[in-house]
T-cell receptor, first 114, second 113 residues
Framework: TQLLEQSPQFLSIQEGENLTVYCNSSSVFSSLQWYRQEPGEGPVLLVTVVTGGEVKKLKRLTFQFGDARKDSSLHITAAQPGDTGLYLCAGAYAGGTSYGKLTFGQGTILTVHP | DAGVIQSPRHEVTEMGQEVTLRCKPISGHDYLFWYRQTMMRGLELLIYFNNNVPIDDSGMPEDRFSAKMPNASFSTLKIQPSEPRDSAVYFC???????????FGPGTRLTVT
């Protein structure tokens, strides 16, 4: 069974601060997705990374995929209260019994205080 | 497009009762997933379908849980009999192709007393 560890579990910061969320596995991903979930709603996709070493930017959010495709990070610059939510990473593993499905990390609950 | 539709949004039931959750995926999507989310265990995959056929139900907790997809536009997740430990938010998601972006419904919050 592939395990996907996400850290930290909770993050409480002030507006304007920077933060990084990590997602790690002992197995190689074929691709990795980051989702954001707001209270009372389902997760919504932010980005998909596929290539080792890939970096993608979405406004103040920077997503990085490790060279070995076993880890990923999400960095938010100058966090705003609107960034508050649950951030989930989800890994797709190539082939085998895991083909076709995503394994989700436990999530990081981010609270940005004004 | 209306997105993934789930009903009911909230369900409160007593232990031992049958519960049926419903999902309408996005038209044209060929994968459908059922998840359960709790604070303790996070988002867990229960079962998923490809072209209406169940592919992997290894996440279904026990025989009290069953899921069907009679056609491309409808799926149900049934719990019979329900227990308090089944209380959670249940999400349905659909995607076009494997490991592509999954579109989640708003979830059904189930409370079993």
């Amino acid at each position: 069974t592939q395990l996907l560890e996400q850290s930290p579990q909770f993050l409480s910061i002030q507006e304007g601060e920077n933060l990084t969320v990590y997602c790690n596995s002992s197995s190689v991903f074929s691709s990795l997705q980051w989702y954001r979930q707001e209270p009372g709603e389902g997760p919504v996709l932010l980005v998909t990374v596929v290539t080792g070493g890939e970096v993608k930017k979405l406004k103040r959010l920077t997503f990085q995929f490790g060279d070995a495709r076993k880890d990923s990070s999400l960095h938010i610059t100058a966090a705003q209260p609107g960034d508050t939510g649950l951030y989930l990473c989800a890994g797709a593993y190539a082939g085998g019994t895991s083909y076709g499905k995503l394994t989700f990390g436990q999530g990081t609950i981010l609270t940005v205080h004004p | 497009d209306a997105g993934v539709i789930q009903s009911p949004r909230h369900e409160v039931t007593e232990m031992g009762q049958e519960v049926t959750l419903r999902c309408k995926p996005i038209s044209g999507h060929d994968y459908l997933f059922w998840y359960r989310q709790t604070m303790m265990r996070g988002l867990e995959l229960l079962i998923y379908f490809n072209n209406n056929v169940p592919i992997d139900d290894s996440g279904m907790p026990e025989d009290r849980f069953s899921a069907k997809m009679p056609n491309a536009s409808f799926s149900t997740l049934k719990i019979q009999p329900s227990e308090p430990r089944d209380s959670a938010v249940y999400f349905c998601a659909s995607s076009w192709g494997p490991v592509q972006e999954q579109y989640f419904g708003p979830g059904t919050r189930l409370t079993v007393t």
